[in-house]
């Protein structure tokens, strides 16, 4: 499946991966493809975004979201970049993450897909799922599922077994709603039928919802019935004792004449 799966961060070298990686952070990889040319163009090394002005900065990455600290983090790597290794973006993971902005997820990105190294495996958000739903993991933080995928895959197949759990959570897989029906893994995966009972679970929800919706309806009905008998109710005994006082008013008058 997917043997072409790639990053699909628009880049010619691992400066631009790294920038758009840090870019596409809670970002949909085809805003940044929109916003990274021009940056490029601009900024075309970790020399020049070293010098970048951040406001004129944040305005360009503005649609990624995030933007202020994304322009901070971009500068403050791009001079770490230049002030400890030469301007050049550092090869080994010890050395990338630390880089500000630059985790072992961003590292492993720029490792093996830009400097074609299997130092790590790649564990975004769909790594992640893809890998607990295929049951390759029953752990739930990054750092403790990377370990079992190192384990699980052979090492020159990391990066490229990443890119393709990434490119069937992007298109099949999907967190909300997975498409077992139409998934060539579905045979041997243990989370097959996931897609089918989470719409029937939704479903029941919305029955569910729209039955106490009624229900609270019928209720507030019911007091403002209640409410409107005992308006009336009142009203009457309010009536009946005006009246009363009336007829004794009337009664003494009638006494004294
Ligand atoms: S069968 Fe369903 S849960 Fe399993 S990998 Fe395919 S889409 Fe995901």
Redesign the pocket.
């Known amino acids: 499946m997917y043997p072409d799966a790639h990053v699909e961060l628009d880049h010619q070298d691992a400066y631009q991966l790294l920038v758009a990686t840090i870019l596409a952070a809670q970002a949909v990889d085809k805003t940044i493809n929109t916003l990274t040319p021009a940056l490029f163009a601009k900024f075309p090394d970790a020399t020049s975004l070293a010098q970048a002005d951040q406001l004129e900065l944040e305005g360009m990455i503005k649609q990624s979201g995030f933007f202020r600290q994304k322009a901070a983090n971009l500068i403050a790597t791009a001079r770490a970049i230049v002030e400890r290794f030469g301007g050049e973006v550092p090869e080994t993971m010890a050395e990338l993450v630390t880089l500000p902005g630059v985790a072992r997820k961003t590292a492993n990105v720029v490792l093996g897909c830009a400097l074609g190294k299997n130092e790590g495996f790649i564990v975004d958000t769909h790594v992640m799922r893809?890998a607990q739903?295929?049951g390759l993991t029953h752990e739930t933080e990054p750092a403790k599922i990377e370990p079992d995928l190192m384990r699980l895959i052979p090492r020159d197949q990391w990066t490229d077994y990443a890119n393709r759990l990434i490119w069937?959570g992007r298109r099949?897989?999907?967190a909300r709603l997975?498409?077992?029906e139409h998934?060539?893994?579905?045979p041997i995966?243990?989370?097959?039928?996931?897609?089918a009972s989470i719409v029937a679970e939704a479903e029941q929800r919305r029955v569910l919802a729209k039955a106490a919706k009624k229900a609270k309806a019928a209720g507030k009905a019911a007091k403002k019935a209640k409410a409107g008998k005992a308006g009336k109710a009142a009203k009457k005994a309010k009536a009946g004792k005006a009246a009363a006082g009336k007829a004794r008013g009337a009664a003494k008058r009638n006494a004294r004449t």
């Open positions: 893809v739903r295929l069937h099949v897989c999907h997975p498409d077992c998934c060539a893994l579905a995966c243990p989370s097959a039928g996931l897609g």
